[in-house]
């Protein structure tokens, strides 16, 4: 796979051979005096619902999702429904998991919605979930939040607060039927380390829509897994910032995109703070007809974030004919003293000559495709260290490939 | 005794909605320990014939039979016949993102020996083989074909074929794109394999340079999708020297 890397131009870089039908995989770096990444939504980020207009598809945040999948979550006709959605937290000793107001103080403070539907989720909640691990708690277990949907629609928020020095792991399982639109905060106090992995695993019909905050302390280390299987539309907005200079944000993503699902997954590392990393790898395996993955990935160095080192990437494995990927990685830097920014981006395809070049080597052809989609996600899954969970993926893997050679292919 | 014998093939692609007869009733017999150099022009189907033989399915098959050993070579998928012992290093080798070459030998390995090589054993087989190869052991973690150079790729072919052992390698134009070091080098991994006395060779070339570092028993002169004349080594000095316009300009074959 061609992929571009510290590309000085703005062009498109892809793979290779010809690109899927419909595909787009732009990359941009741009050397701004202000960045685009803020001016570029339809609204400036708040809490309230009414400071967004109703979307009607061709804003720059809004261009590739299909809104009329949304079940109104966009344009405020989506109602909750009670009880609709179960949310189990299994937590190790020294946890304090509590469900709070919305008046409660410790809301909202890693970042701000930034469109229409987070803004939604924040003005609709009633309660809040906290999960607190408290300064210099190590745990050795994972925290557990099981969120599972029984056909409901629901409007959440989630907050996962971690102390000076205190280390976790938490796993987010998302199963089920739901329509969610949700805020999730992660705030890291200094030298804090947290592990959370989100797991997308809805039953066909789901719609989850969730915008991701992170703030990271000073020498803090956050690490996002995120895992999207299921869903008929997921759109995921995972960002990050930092508290304090030394922090430090790996954000790993891993989808299977099937027939008929939109998956997104939109991106941001503010470099606010100088000193700090950043290193992103999302990848896709995407088969059927009109399975759409989307990734944007934005990361901004602003003036002040020198000594900044980032990298981002983004790589698509397409399976079969009438998948779409839209791939578009975009990096501002508006301070020259850094010590590393790059992204690529690439989309690839197992095709049919691939599969052939396998075959005369004596491997079976449902074998060559598995053999060649475990690669493709091997090293990210290594990353998540929740063993039952990387069982799971593997697992996962080859049932979504069980459909596709099933298809008759 | 291995053996491959391919009587009367005919072969037909589709191109731009018409069907188009490239193999037009070609005959050969490969017998293990065996060399045979198939010369021709360009155009003149000998890729076609190579991926006929390893079953691509772009390639019809409209008349004839391939037995290897008997077996209806023909009837077999793709892999089935590279589990029979037919091996096609390609003029054009597939990039394959996502799978590390360490990864691919050893699956291959695995399904042609029929069970997986012993851990120890197979990486330092490996490592051995890539070696004589002169190929960087780094190479092991890249992805197959991915970035290779036209050298490189061709060397990985050569290092599937001393690992996979078939009983009849077919190699399309392994010659080509290399310069004389790394012609040496894959030409020596292909004596290698040939020493063994195990396997039948498919050299199929464009040139004769390499007939100098791998010396055929047998030469045939392969235009407008068939054999239009055998000999011995001394025919390629023939066509080195008068190349093929005898075959192609009102020749055999027209
Ligand atoms: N898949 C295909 N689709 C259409 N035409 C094909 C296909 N494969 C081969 N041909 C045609 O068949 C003829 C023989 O091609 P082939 O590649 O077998 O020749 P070759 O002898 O290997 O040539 P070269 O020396 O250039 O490798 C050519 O006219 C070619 O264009
Ligand atoms: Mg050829």
Redesign the interface.
């Known amino acids: 796979?061609a992929e571009a890397q510290n590309a000085p131009t703005l062009g498109s870089a892809r793979?290779?051979g010809p690109p899927p039908a419909g595909s787009t995989t732009a990359g941009a770096i741009a050397v701004a005096a202000e960045s685009t990444v803020a001016t570029r939504m339809s609204a400036p980020p708040s809490f309230d619902v009414a400071d967004f207009p109703v979307p009607h598809g061709r804003e720059e945040e809004w261009r590739f999702t299909p809104l009329e999948r949304l079940r109104g979550l966009h344009d405020g006709t989506a109602v909750a429904t009670g009880g609709g959605l179960k949310v189990a937290v299994d937590a190790p000793e020294g946890v304090v998991v509590e469900t709070v107001d919305r008046d409660d103080a410790r809301l909202g403070r890693a970042g701000t919605p930034v469109d229409r539907i987070a803004a939604q989720a924040y003005s609709a909640f009633e309660k809040a979930g906290v999960i607190t691990v408290p300064k210099e708690t190590v745990l050795t277990e994972p925290i557990r939040v099981a969120v599972h949907g029984e056909g409901g629609t629901a409007f959440a928020h989630q907050v996962i607060e971690l102390g000076a020095f205190a280390e976790a792991v938490v796993v987010i399982d998302h199963t089920g039927d739901a329509v969610l639109a949700a805020n999730v905060d992660y705030v890291l106090g200094d030298g804090a380390k947290l592990t959370v992995v989100s797991v997308q695993d809805w039953d066909d019909k789901a719609v989850h829509v969730a915008q991701h905050n992170a703030l990271v302390g000073r020498d803090a280390t956050f690490k996002s897994v995120v895992v999207t299987f299921g869903g008929d539309l997921v759109r995921l907005h995972p960002r990050v910032a930092y508290a304090g200079t030394g922090g430090e944000a790996e954000l790993f993503g891993l989808y299977f995109t099937d027939a008929g699902q939109h998956q997104e997954h939109r991106l941001l590392v503010d470099h606010n703070v100088p000193h700090c990393k950043s290193n992103v790898v999302y990848k896709g395996a995407l088969q059927g007809e009109d399975a759409h993955a989307v990734w944007i990935g934005d990361v901004l160095i602003e003036a002040k974030a020198e000594g900044t080192d980032t990298y981002e990437m983004n790589r698509n494995?397409v399976l079969t004919d009438g998948a779409r990927v839209d791939s578009v990685p975009n990096l501002e830097i508006e301070t020259g003293e850094i010590v590393g920014a790059g992204h690529a981006s690439a989309t690839?395809r197992?095709d049919?000559?691939?599969l052939?070049?396998?075959?005369?080597?004596?491997?079976?052809?449902d074998?060559a495709r598995r053999?060649?989609?475990r690669?493709?996600?091997a090293e990210l899954v290594q990353q998540i260290g929740v063993d039952d969970i990387e069982e799971r993926l593997i697992a996962r893997i080859e049932t979504e490939l069980e459909t596709v050679s099933g298809s008759g292919r | 005794m291995a053996t491959l014998e391919i009587r009367d093939l005919h072969v037909t692609v589709e191109a731009d909605n018409a069907t188009k007869e490239i193999l037009k009733g070609v005959d050969l017999t490969v017998k293990q320990g065996e060399t045979h150099a198939i010369m021709g022009p360009n155009g003149s189907g000998k890729s076609t014939l190579a991926y006929s033989l390893a079953g691509h399915p772009k390639y019809t098959i409209t008349g004839g039979t391939v037995l290897l050993d008997g077996e209806d070579v023909l009837e077999m998928s793709v892999d089935e016949r590279a589990r029979a012992g037919l091996f096609l290093a390609m003029q054009y080798p597939v990039e394959v993102p996502g799978v590390s070459v360490s990864n691919f030998l050893r699956t291959s390995a695995t399904a042609i020996r029929g069970e997986a090589p012993k851990l120890r054993t197979w990486v330092k087989e490996v490592k051995e083989a890539m070696a004589r190869l002169n190929m960087d052991p780094s190479f092991a973690e890249r992805n197959v074909n991915e970035g290779f150079s036209g050298g490189e790729k061709k060397r990985h072919e050569i290092l599937q074929l001393e690992l996979l052992k078939p009983k009849v390698a077919i190699l399309d134009e392994t010659d080509s794109g290399l310069d004389v070091d790394a012609l040496r080098i894959v030409s020596e991994g292909v004596n290698r394999v040939r020493e063994t006395g195990e396997v039948g060779t498919l050299l199929i070339t464009h040139y004769t340079r390499i007939l100098r570092y791998i010396k055929p028993d047998f030469v045939h002169v392969f235009s407008g999708g068939r054999i239009v004349e055998s000999g011995g080594a001394e025919l390629a000095d023939k066509l080195e020297n008068e190349g093929y316009e005898a075959y192609t300009k009102g020749g055999v074959s027209a």
């Open positions: 796979m793979a290779g494995l690839g197992f049919d000559e691939q052939f070049y396998l075959m005369a080597r004596g491997i079976p052809a074998e053999l060649v989609v690669g493709f996600f």
